[in-house]
């Protein structure tokens, strides 16, 4: 049984919710080791502040099959000094980006994400391009 080694990122199910092949493609290859994916409850949040209410249940069935990790306080200290960082380097970083990178740097993942520009202080790999960072 492996370990969680990527966080998909809102951009991950915005793409699946549209038929991209390619990251369904991604998530699929996956399928034999779900242990080593998670998405962030900061995801899950982003998600459904976009999503119709004729979607939430199914979305809500979908997500749960998920490890939706929490944003724990030393997560929560890490996105602030992530987006102090970056301000220094003339670099907005929103904070809900800011808490689910620092969960991902916190525990060595990468961010699974289409747009990888969100991620600066992150290892990222773009689903949409087959899985390349």
């Known amino acids: ?16 919710s549209r038929g991209s092949q390619t990251v369904i493609d991604w998530l699929m290859a996956r399928a034999d080791e779900p242990e080593t994916i998670a998405t962030s409850v900061v995801a899950v949040a982003e998600y459904f502040s ?16 998920f490890n939706v990790l929490p ?7 890490r996105a602030g000094e992530i987006r102090w960082d970056c301000a220094r380097k003339g670099i907005t970083i929103a904070v809900a980006d800011a808490l689910h990178g620092a969960i991902a740097v916190r525990r060595g993942l990468t ?5 990888p520009a969100h991620f600066p202080f992150a290892p990222t790999l773009d689903p949409r391009k087959g899985g390349r960072p």
């Open 50 to 65: 976009g999503l119709p209410r004729d979607k939430r249940d199914q979305a809500r069935e979908y997500l749960s099959a």
């Open 71 to 77: 944003v724990t306080f030393e997560d929560a200290v």
């Open 111 to 115: 961010v699974v994400t289409s747009n």
């Open 1 to 16: 049984m492996g370990s969680i080694v990527y966080l998909l990122d809102t951009t991950v199910f915005i793409d699946v």
